[in-house]
């Protein structure tokens, strides 16, 4: 009789007698083998009551039945053990263990690890993952070691103003949180309640300066450092002082307070064992004084008591008296109404008297509006004022020897027209009105003269040939 190759099953021969038996055993192989799972795999020893149907891995050195058969698959068929030999890649279930063990050819070891798990959707070590939490361990410690050098682990958020952090919780409600949290710096924060969270540093991202968002304590300490290295700090609490260590020598960050002895101290005075501090007088100048913005005054107008403020000049003017009779201050609206109808240029104000008098005039005034000036020669005399101009005008300007420009000979009254007369007008100019003997003589006449006009001419042969001039023309 043969058998399978795999699970050695026992194969039917060709005429052979009880077929039955045989297929029967094949079966019970089967059905011992498939879907494997055994008790236990730590008897070495059968167990005394066993039934059909119970499997067992033999643990090493296994006595009595079992003997000879370490490492295989005891199965109870029809009352007794049959010995099944493992085959390379066979799979088995430790029931009491809840191992899955794997036959490499030599041993059953646990199955090796997956080289790589991709995109899973969830997973959970010794734990349940969820939408939330996608990767969920449960675990007294978690372990990232590195692969021969360095190791880091990386949280990574989508914007600035997401939230990047470790969360730390005591019975999952948040206690403390380290992260760059609403923006690229470091923030550490703590919370009691899980819900509302205290800021206590910030380290920024861009200059790594550190901002305390709290008071910092140091534990005090009983004696100096032994060894302090520059730039520590500590509180001693046996000298009552905070102190530091700096250029290799430790001292007092803060020197301990002392009173400050009465007496002046330049612009203060100092009395009373240094309880009461006062200005001296006229210290206070205008440098020392606090800015003042352009346009504005130092006073105040809300009501009380109360530090100066700045005011407008609208606001100033409110804390100003109106000008009476005796008080000086602000014009008045009606005030203010009669002045701007003076016009520019104005004459200043004074009395009735200097305003009315001539004497104080400016300007011209027509003379039909004088009432009390009489036009006499003595009045006109008087309006000399040594400049020939409108109205100005004395002895001189009537002189005819001063007189310039022509005047009509009808103009002149006291004019007698004889040749005596004519003759004075001789300038040695021939212009009009101007003429002399020589002018009137007729042998220095040019030109032609109508014949008619000529009175003393007589017509006759001898006159008419003195005209012959030789010339063949028109009355000649």
Known sequence: ?????????????????????????????????????????????????PADGDRYLIAASPTAAWAGHAGKIALRMAGAWRFLTPQTGWRIWISNETVLLVYNGTAWIAPPAPSSLQNLSLLGVNATADTTNKF????????????GAGVQFKINKAAAADTASLLFQTGFSGRAEIGITGDDDLHFKVSATGSSFKESLIVAAGSGLVTFRNTLALDPQPADPTTPSNGQLWYNSTAGKFRGHQNGASLDIVAAATALADGDKGDITVSGSGAVWAIDPGTVTNAKLGNVNTATFKARTTAGSGSPEDLTGTQATTLLDVATASLKGLISSADFTKLSGIATGATANSSDAILLARATHTGTQLLATVSDVTITAANLNILDDGVDTALHFH???????????????????????????????????????????????????????????????????ANLNTLDDAVNTALH
């Not at 969920?136 to 692969?147: E, G, Q």
């Not at 005819?400 to 006291?414: E, K």
């Open 136 to 147: 969920a361990v449960s675990s007294s410690a978690v372990l990232f070691n590195n692969v």
């Open 1 to 49: 009789m043969s058998n399978s190759p795999l699970l050695a099953l026992p194969y039917l021969a060709a005429s052979q007698a009880q077929k039955h038996v045989t297929l029967n055993e094949a079966l019970s192989i089967l059905d011992g083998l498939l879907h494997l799972a055994v008790i236990t795999r730590s008897l070495a020893t059968p167990p005394t009551t």
């Open 395 to 461: 002895a001189a300007d009537r002189a005819r020897a001063n007189h310039t420009g022509t005047q009509l000979l009808g103009t002149i009254s006291d004019v007698t027209m004889t040749v005596a007369n004519l003759n004075t007008l001789d300038d040695a100019v021939n212009t009009a009105l101007h003429f002399h003997d020589a002018d009137r003589a007729r042998a220095n006449h040019t030109g032609t003269q109508l014949l008619a006009t000529v009175s003393d001419v007589t017509m006759t042969v």
